[in-house]
Structure formats: structure tokens, C-alpha cells
């Protein structure tokens, strides 16, 4: 079972920049597709972005749209998550997360298959 790492989370001014990263524990990696997540407190988990094992399909919400570019690196079995221009509102624990089919829908949490624990990220306003 692949194991998934994220990290760069931190405290960041709004209006400031972070990269998230997500390393996989093996190479199957690069047939998986991967997908960020986030919930803020009080919240339930949302959709953030999400990319297909080739990296040609590409999601986001809209709320981030824009600002968040989601990629990988297959070579290196890991995802990214540039964030820019964040705000307040961005304030949640992204969770990266992969899947392993390609039925359903990629902005569901329920059709992914493996997760990281979690990296902090929070938007001082």
C-alpha cells in the first residue's frame, strides 16, 4: 500500500506564497490519480485541485482557481501544490490524496484511494 507524505505546509502573511508537496512511497505512484484536499476547523473536507496520472487533466474549485497550480513529478513520485495570493479563507489542513481508478468523479473524496496525514496551513490576515 502506497504511503503519501505532505509537506511545506506553514504560517504565511495574506497575500503570500507556500508549495505543498506530496511524496509517494513507490513508483506506482505515476499511475495514480492525485488530488488536494482541505478542511478548515468546523468544516468538512473540500476539494482543492486534482491531476491525472499524465498530468493533461487538471481540476480546481473554483474558490482557488487561479491561484493554486496543481502538478507532479512522476520521476521524482511526487505532487505539488503552489499556492499564491492566499487569503484568510485558505486557513485548513491539506490533505494529498491518490487514487488508483478512474470511475467517478476526481472532486469527490469518496473516490480516492490513499491519503497523507495532513500539513497545516494557515493564512494570517
Known amino acids: 500500500q502506497v504511503q503519501l507524505v505532505e509537506s511545506g505546509g506553514g504560517l504565511v502573511q495574506a497575500g503570500g506564497s507556500l508549495n505543498l508537496s506530496c511524496a509517494a512511497s513507490?513508483?506506482?505512484?505515476?499511475?495514480?490519480?492525485m488530488g488536494w484536499f482541505r478542511r478548515a476547523p468546523g468544516k468538512e473536507r473540500e476539494f482543492v485541485a486534482s491531476?491525472?496520472?499524465?498530468?493533461?487533466?487538471?481540476l480546481y474549485a473554483d474558490s482557488v482557481k487561479g491561484r493554486f497550480t496543481i502538478s507532479r513529478d512522476n520521476a521524482k513520485n511526487t505532487a505539488y501544490l503552489a499556492m499564491n495570493t492566499l487569503k484568510p479563507e485558505d486557513t485548513a489542513v491539506y490533505y494529498c490524496?491518490?487514487?488508483?481508478?478512474?470511475?467517478?468523479?476526481?472532486?469527490?473524496?469518496?473516490?480516492?484511494?490513499?491519503w497523507g496525514q495532513g500539513t497545516q496551513v494557515t493564512v494570517s490576515s
Open positions: 490524496s491518490g487514487r488508483t481508478h478512474y470511475s467517478g468523479s476526481f472532486t469527490s473524496e469518496y473516490n480516492y484511494d490513499y
Open positions: 513507490d513508483s506506482s505512484f505515476s499511475k495514480y490519480g
Open positions: 491531476i491525472s496520472w499524465s498530468g493533461q487533466t487538471i
